[in-house]
């Protein structure tokens, strides 16, 4: 099937596989070990894929022309079965700072690793995580425990939320720190959920702790 007809140029060695449809899946994107560096690349592979503002915060630095405000945007997009990126953006313009930020949490996303949250459930779909795991950012810690099928989401709104577009269902959850923080909160929610992927994520890649522009 051409895609020709979106105006698409790849640049990248990756882009151009998607593109010839030599790889056709995200998992083989993310499984290539080639850095993803254009946000075409996930929305042909991932079509429908959501995001969620989860923090606006205004920055303000002084220089020498006066005082200069910026917004800060915190941002996470997911399909609901699987991936899940998170990133931050800055600009003068609130909306210019949410395209950012969600242009970069396509470039991070990961596949995360779910499974059954008790070795006694009786379904063979994955709604929990597949391991406990541990993720930090700043001042924060958040653990991440599986959870048996029907418990929900035991998890602050932003935890809750980043969970919920990466398709886990059930969890326990616990944060340490200034969880009022919430990018900090976001980031190490993220990175936690990384930490216990088994997709191999690129030496090279961008690190989630880069997620600002």
Request: aromatic share 4%; glycine share 10%; with cysteine.
């Amino acid at each position: 099937m051409s895609h020709a007809e979106d105006g698409w140029v790849p640049k990248t060695r990756l882009g151009r596989m998607v593109q010839a449809g030599e790889i056709e899946t995200m998992e083989q994107a993310l499984n290539s070990g080639l850095q993803l560096k254009e946000t075409e690349i996930v929305d042909r592979l991932l079509p429908g894929l959501e995001d969620e503002v989860l923090d606006i915060n205004m920055v303000q630095r002084m220089t020498d022309s006066g005082r200069r405000v910026k917004f800060r945007c915190a941002v996470v997009v997911g399909n609901r079965d699987g991936y899940v990126g998170y990133a931050e953006g800055r600009d003068d313009q609130v909306g210019s700072a949410i395209q950012k930020a969600i242009g970069i949490a396509k470039r991070n996303i990961i596949n995360v690793d779910r499974g059954s949250g008790s070795w006694e459930d009786r379904t063979d779909r994955p709604h929990s995580l597949a391991r406990r795991t541990k993720g930090k950012a700043g001042s924060v810690t958040v653990e991440l425990i599986p959870a048996p099928n029907g418990l929900g989401l035991a998890a602050a709104p932003t935890v809750r939320h980043i969970l919920e577009l990466a398709g886990i269902e059930d969890a326990w959850t616990k944060s340490y720190g200034n969880t009022r923080t919430t990018p900090n909160l976001g980031k190490a929610t993220f990175i936690a959920l990384q930490n216990s992927s088994q997709s191999r994520v690129p030496r090279h890649a961008r690190d989630v702790a880069e997620v600002t522009e």
